[in-house]
Structure formats: C-alpha cells, structure tokens
C-alpha cells in the first residue's frame, strides 16, 4: 500500500508542496490588465512527485516532471499541466506507489524498477525542431504535444542520443541551430566523456563529437558563442564508488578547480584548450557572447553549494554559498589559461536570463529573481526579481513581499517588437501560506513600477524549474505550433 502523505521535507511542504493533479482552466480571472501585443505561450517545467518518496534524504531535483502551459491571446489567459509521463512515471503509476531511489539511486530502487530508466523530465521545457521538449541532463528528452501536452514518448534523434541530454541547450536564433552536451556513461577506469552536437532548425543532427573530461560532474549547462563553445567542469563531483560506500553520489570537491573547456563550434576534441577558474558553483548564465576576440560568460556562481553536501559529508547553508551575477572571461589568445572573474551584482539570484532571442550574441540586461530576506531561497524562496543593467550596474528590482517565493524571470517580448527591452517580463509567484498563485506580468523597464498584471492560478503551483516564453511571431512558435 502506497503512503498517502509525503515526509517533513523543505522541498515537500510549503511553497514546494506537490498539488498532484492535472488541470484544464480555459479563462482565468486576470488582475490589472494584460498588453494587447503579448500574444504567445508560456511554458514551466518543475518537480511534483506523484508518490512519497521512500529515501529520507529526498532531493528537489528528484521529483516528477510536471509541465504548466499558460495560452496567452487577446488579454486573456488559458492554463494546462500535465505531468510527464516517463517510463519511470507509467512504472510507477502502475505499481501505484514510488520504486525508484532519490536521483535513481541504485541502492534504495526497488527491483521492480530494474531495466528502467530513471528520467523525470522534470528540468526545462523547451520548443526546437517542431517539437516541444522536457529536459533534465540524466536522460534523453521527452517530447510533448506543445498544445496538450500529451507525452509522446523520448526522443532520441534517430539514436544520436542514446543517454543523456543536457537540460539547458542553446538555441542559436540567429542559425536557428540548437547546440546541445550529454554525458555519456562510463563503467569502471573508462575516462569520463560528454557528447556534443549541433542539431538544425529541423530537428536534424548535423554534427556530434565526443569530448574527454577532467572528471565526472553535473554537466548542468554549457556556454555557446557564435564561433565558440565551452564546457564548464566544475568542483560538483559524481562518484558511484562514493556512493555505494555510504557517501554522497553528488559532492562538492573544495579542492578541485572549476575547468572550462573551449572548443570551435565546429571543431573536434582534438581543438579543445581548458582554462581554469577558482572553484566555482555554477549552474545557470545569463548569455555569453564574443567582445574584441574574448569569450564573455555572464554566470550566477558561488564558492560552494548547499544544492549537495561536500565529498566528506560536510552541508553548507545557503548563507556560505550565495550565488551572485558575475561576469567571466576567457581569452583564446592568451598565453595562460586563467580566467578572469569580476562581480556584476552582489545580490543573492537564481537562474539569470537574457533576451533569449540574443543568445551567443551581445546582450545588455539580464532577468533573475532574487532573494532579499528569506534565509534560504532554494527552500523557503525567492522574494524579488531584478533586472541588472551589465554596462551601467543600474537595477531595476521588485519585492513581492516577505516569504513570498517568485520562480525565474524571463523576457517576453511583444509582438514585432525587435529591441532588448521592447516587451514584458514574466513570473509565477507564490505568497506564503496563499491558496493561489498568481502568474506576474512586468514591464521590460520598469519592474520597480509593479506588475501590469496578475493572472490568478486558483491552486498553490509548486515552485519549479525552468520556463520558457514564446511569442506567436517566433519562428520556433510558428514551426511547433502550425
């Protein structure tokens, strides 16, 4: 018999608390007023497990993936999730309770669970190819209906991608080329690689090269230039000898330096030079792009994570490991291999974007939420959202109160507009202890002026991952959407 409550987990109560179940709600009521020119689709990605899990030491990163879709069209506002259903999911919901271990722990999954794989397409959600795809960097993508959000079942890009797929790919508007890193699984001494490829406008594999590693890490995201593209090796270490001896499967070596590995987009393992960096916490950038020959990477990054304990055990508090919005450089004519760093903002952020429809390109701004008063903000939450101007230092910052928890902030440009600012950006918030969440709506400008808008959601939605804003005049909309 499954258990019907889940365990007194951070990640399992509160703002994080999973509402298990799926819902279709047509015309929601709407607070202030929506632009008549945002027309498109908002999509989010997060963690909702379906069953308790059985580990003690449940992770956020562990949970089913659950896609929400907010249909944006002549200032009204439709919403749909559906969770997506792996084979680890329909498993499950067969079985009708959890079988795997936390992060597919070997040690804690159930038999029954044996010659499945562990994906729960939990991570990001993104449109390329004519495909809407759920990602995590464990597992191939899943691709999903983009109107109904039915699973469709994983792809694998006519085998091309038989293991992992990287939960941030680059799509490179500019070529239309979605630029993407796996790890591929090593057994025993073999050296740890990762797979690169390029995939076209169409879905279509154009170049795959396998690249050797200083060491098996969480290959959470990659930076991709208009000639370049680097692989950042950071000290988050993955060891399944550790942990089969009691240690943590993911650990934080304090020891290691952070690597990054720079490569032509169009060249091959045999091109690849690594730069150096102090050890680094890194997971998310803002953009990266090319300036006066150098490789310009603006980062959210820290000198540990709370996110896994370190090698020997040890936790840190979100305090110690406060990610700030820095800026990195390398220099691919320079004699040494040392990268620079310099802070762009110190405040405590999360998951920093640009204009995506800028990515490898220059860009000024960056969209992130932000953390003013709560003591942890991966827990208890993230209560503002900030757009850092790059070049002046300028911020432009939203409170939405305390204990509040405000989820990514992206851009969401208008329709036809063409400037880094002509637009909107857009959050889910959640107050505490509330029984809704509201769907924000910034202008680009002027966040410190308040939202133009709330969509009320009449449920608590989880706090999650990854979201995605398309206009109906993207290019990527029109191919997915017909």
């Known amino acids: 018999m ?56 449940y992770h956020w990163f562990d949970g089913d993936g659950m896609v929400y879709a907010f249909f944006i069209e002549d200032g009204r506002v439709s919403l749909r999730n559906r969770w997506v259903r792996t084979d680890k999911l329909l498993l499950e919901m067969k079985e009708g309770r959890r079988l795997f271990g936390v992060h597919g722990n070997p040690m804690t999954t159930d038999p029954l669970a044996e010659g499945t794989r562990y994906n729960t397409a939990n991570t990001n959600i993104v449109l390329h190819g004519g495909k809407l795809l759920a990602l995590m960097e464990g597992a191939p993508p899943v691709e999903l209906d983009p109107r109904t959000l039915d699973t469709l079942g994983e792809e694998t890009y006519g085998g091309v991608v038989t293991t992992t797929f990287s939960a941030h790919p680059t799509v490179d508007h500019s070529t239309g080329e979605l630029i993407n890193i796996g790890s ?127 090698i020997d055990g040890t936790r840190r508090t979100h305090r110690e490991t406060r990610q700030s919005l820095r800026r990195w450089t390398i220099d691919p004519t320079a004699t040494t291999d040392v990268v620079r760093e310099e802070i762009l903002n110190d405040r405590d952020i999360q998951f920093p974007r640009p204009d995506d429809r800028l990515m490898t390109r220059p860009s000024r701004y960056a969209f992130a939420n932000s953390n003013l008063h709560s003591v942890d903000g991966r827990a208890d939450g993230m209560d503002s959202v900030v757009r850092v101007d790059t070049r ?32 909107y950006a857009i959050t889910l918030v959640h107050q505490a202890g509330a029984a809704e969440t509201e769907l924000v709506v910034f202008d680009a400008k002027d966040l410190t002026g308040g939202p133009l808008a709330r969509v009320k959601v009449p449920f608590a939605i989880p706090s999650g991952f990854h979201c995605n804003y398309y206009s109906v005049d993207n290019p990527l909309y029109r191919q997915a959407m017909g």
């Open 2 to 57: 499954a258990s019907t409550r889940y365990r007194d987990s951070a990640f399992l109560t509160g703002h994080h608390r999973p509402n298990r179940m799926e819902v279709d709600a047509p015309d929601l009521f709407i607070e202030g007023e929506l632009p008549a020119d945002l027309a498109g689709v908002f999509y989010r990605n997060g963690a909702e497990p379906l069953y308790p899990p059985t580990d003690e030491d």
């Open 184 to 310: 591929i699984a090593r057994r025993g001494d073999a050296a740890p690689e990762l797979r690169y490829d390029i995939i076209d406008f169409d879905g279509r594999p154009i170049a795959t090269e396998s690249v050797p590693v200083p060491h098996q890490s969480m290959l959470h995201t990659f930076f991709v230039t208009e000639h370049y593209v680097v692989f950042p090796v950071t000290p988050l270490d993955i060891s399944l000898p550790r942990a089969m001896s009691g240690g943590p499967l993911v650990g934080w070596d304090p020891d290691r330096p952070t690597k990054l590995g720079l490569m032509p987009r169009r060249g091959t393992a045999a091109d690849v030079r690594w730069f150096e960096a102090e050890p680094r916490h890194m997971m998310h950038q803002a953009n990266v792009w090319e300036s006066d020959g150098r490789i310009v990477a603006d980062v959210a990054a820290a000198e540990g994570t709370a996110l896994f304990p370190d």
């Open 392 to 423: 002046t230092g300028f911020e432009d910052l939203y409170h939405f109160g305390d204990s509040a928890a405000a989820g990514e902030l992206i851009f969401a440009p208008k329709v036809g507009g063409t400037d880094e600012l002509d637009g």
